[in-house]
């Protein structure tokens, strides 16, 4: 099995900062994908950000300026820098990747963390 930890969520300003953190550990043979997803109470859960073997990136409109993903391929650690916060990016945040576990099964799959609560107010 694969365990997702999650780190760094917590309650800021608007305006202010947080990084979050998620480290993949277990059996992993290559992890296709890492990224960040997002929900909000009465909301659907929506992608935040995801990185790619290699470097390729995406972003919610929403967060696009604001956030940056990146990741320490050495550590299968993936961050999430969130900057100039608003009210609207409060949510759980939920680490999640797509991991092939052996190098002898091409199956890969989708694996999730437990969430981290994100909270913008003043």
């Known amino acids: 099995q694969v365990q997702l930890v999650e780190s760094g969520g917590g309650l800021v300003q608007p305006g202010g900062s947080l990084r979050l953190s998620c480290a993949a550990s277990g059996s992993i043979f290559s992890i296709h994908a890492m990224g960040w997803y997002r929900q909000a109470p009465g909301t659907q859960r929506e992608l935040v950000a995801n990185i790619i073997s290699g470097s390729n990136t995406n972003y919610a409109d929403s967060v696009k300026g604001r956030f940056t993903i990146y990741r320490d391929n050495v550590k299968n650690t993936v961050y999430l820098q969130m900057n100039s916060l608003k009210p609207e990016d409060t949510a759980v945040y939920y680490c999640?990747?797509?991991?092939?576990?052996?190098?002898?099964?091409?199956?890969?799959?989708?694996?999730w963390g437990p969430g981290t609560q994100v909270t913008v107010s003043s």
């Open positions: 999640q990747a797509n991991i092939q576990n052996h190098w002898y099964d091409l199956r890969s799959l989708d694996y």
